[in-house]
């Protein structure tokens, strides 16, 4: 299962996510990125609840921050060690800004 709470801020997006970023939960976050995306200048993941994350959730991510290069900035925040671990091992953690 995967919460997303939306705030929109001086045309910064944060989503809060909790719970799992998987096969099952990505096209969730895919949809609502998708149907959002369009006139913000900078998106920004809090990951302080998210528990996992799978390559499915990896690819809605790698999305994202292609759409965002032309508009503005990506960032995740309060990422979690065991998500932090799959982003290191993935390779992740050099591609995307985490604060």
């Known amino acids: 299962m995967l919460n997303i709470n939306k705030t929109v801020e001086n045309g910064s997006l ?29 998106l920004i993941l809090d990951f302080a609840g998210l528990e996992y994350i799978s390559s499915a959730g990896l690819r809605v991510l790698l999305a994202a921050r ?11 925040t309060h ?10 091992v993935t390779g992740f953690s050099d591609i995307l800004t985490i604060e």
Do not use: W
């Open 14 to 42: 944060i989503y809060a996510l909790s719970g799992r970023l998987d096969t099952v939960t990505a096209p969730e976050l895919e949809r609502a990125l998708r149907d959002e995306l369009g006139d913000v200048s900078s």
């Open 66 to 76: 292609k759409a965002m290069e032309g508009q503005g900035d990506m960032k995740l």
């Open 79 to 88: 990422v979690s060690g065991p998500v932090m671990e799959i982003f290191e």
